[in-house]
């Protein structure tokens, strides 16, 4: 079965200093990767979606960035934080071609201060 | 682009119905989802619509219309555990792309 790994599941860091949440995702090959962020109380926004190692699409312009090095480990990261970074991140994955529901991690709560 | 509108919360009573509606315009159509998501949990899969009509599954059903860029989450015999927010999301507008309503918080009261 296939399953989904984010780390951490909490992070509280400085503003200016550098970010790295990592995704991996387990028991299957070629799936799209997405990176979302939540900020209190709002909807799920965008960040990054891949359909492909190498392949990264941004959806919103800002200070945060996206690899994904190998098919099944899809990377968020940031030289300098800003405060309002702050959020849940959300790495989720779907199937390629099939109905793209998506598989969601547990989560990682940021606070930036 | 993709635009997705849903009420910000709403309140049921135990027991009733409720039904909570999702309008959309996209640049592009390939289906439309709905999620539940507990404060401070990740979302979870409720239903998938991609042809017009009604999916039922057990206690929630899903409805939905392409011309009218409307669907509609129905939940039945509430539960106090069904308080979360319900998130309206659309695929389109670009390659396997999914779009995320701001959600709906439901609250349950006894």
């Known amino acids: 079965s296939q399953t989904i790994h984010q780390w951490p599941a909490t992070l509280v860091q400085p503003v200016g200093s550098p970010l790295s949440l990592e995704c991996t995702v387990e028991?299957?090959?070629?799936?799209?990767l997405y990176w979302y962020r939540q900020a209190a109380g709002r909807g799920l926004q965008l960040l990054f979606y891949s359909v492909g190692i190498g392949q990264i699409s941004s959806e919103v312009p800002q200070n945060l960035s996206a690899s994904r090095p190998q098919d099944r480990q899809f990377i968020l990261s940031s030289k300098k934080l800003l405060l309002s970074d702050s959020g849940f991140y959300l790495c989720?994955?779907?199937?390629?071609?099939?109905?793209?529901?998506?598989?969601f991690g547990s989560g990682t709560q940021l606070s930036v201060l | 682009g993709q635009n997705i509108d849903q009420p910000t919360e709403m309140t049921a009573t135990e027991g009733a119905i409720v039904q909570i509606n999702c309008t959309y315009q996209?640049?592009?159509?390939?289906?439309l989802f709905w999620y539940q998501q507990h404060a401070g949990e990740a979302p979870t899969f409720l239903s998938y619509n991609v042809l017009d009509g009604l999916e039922e599954k057990g206690r929630f059903s899903s409805f939905l219309s392409r011309s009218k860029g409307y669907s509609y989450l129905l939940l039945k015999e509430l539960q106090m555990k069904d308080s979360a927010s319900y998130l309206c999301a659309v695929i389109g507008g670009g390659y396997q792309k999914v779009t995320f309503g701001t959600g709906t918080k439901l609250q349950v009261i006894p």
């Open positions: 996209t640049s592009g159509f390939n289906g």
């Open positions: 028991g299957t090959s070629n799936p799209n």
């Open positions: 989720a994955w779907s199937e390629a071609g099939i109905d793209e529901k998506l598989f």
